[in-house]
């Protein structure tokens, strides 16, 4: 009986776990407003800047989206290569660089929320 109970929480976490696991995605869709992390590279330590951005509803990997934000009093219109899309449950990472192992060094990262997978 204890070994069920054991079995049954297990199987219990590895699904709670797998449901919340972060996931890739070709389109998704937005409320028009995230978060842009702009990664500061160095020698030995990364540093990075959290700005408040305006995204496109609706944005699909490979796309260069126009983003928009405040910085010193002044509007500034940017463009963001979307190199990757993570998403886990209603949060999803605009990346503007893909992750590989060759390359260790990180891009900004732009983080939406709410959002939904469109495909």
């Given at each position: 009986?204890?070994?069920?109970l054991?079995?049954?929480?297990l ?10 696991a ?6 998704v ?15 030995i330590?990364?540093t ?30 940017a463009t ?40």
């Amino acid at each position: 009986m204890k070994g069920l109970l054991l079995t049954m929480l297990l199987c219990s976490a590895l699904l709670s776990f797998g449901a919340n696991a972060e996931e890739s995605a070709q389109t998704v869709g937005t409320a028009g407003t995230a978060e842009l992390e702009i990664v500061h590279d160095f020698f030995i330590v990364s540093t990075s800047t959290k700005i408040k951005v305006q995204v496109p509803q609706y944005v699909a990997l490979g796309q260069l989206i126009s983003i928009r934000y405040m910085k010193d009093g002044h509007v500034i219109d940017a463009t963001f290569p979307v190199a990757q899309i993570n998403i886990r449950n209603d949060l999803c990472w605009l990346h503007s660089k893909g992750h590989s192992a060759l390359d260790p060094s990180l891009g900004d990262t732009i983080y939406v929320q709410p959002c939904r997978r469109l495909q």
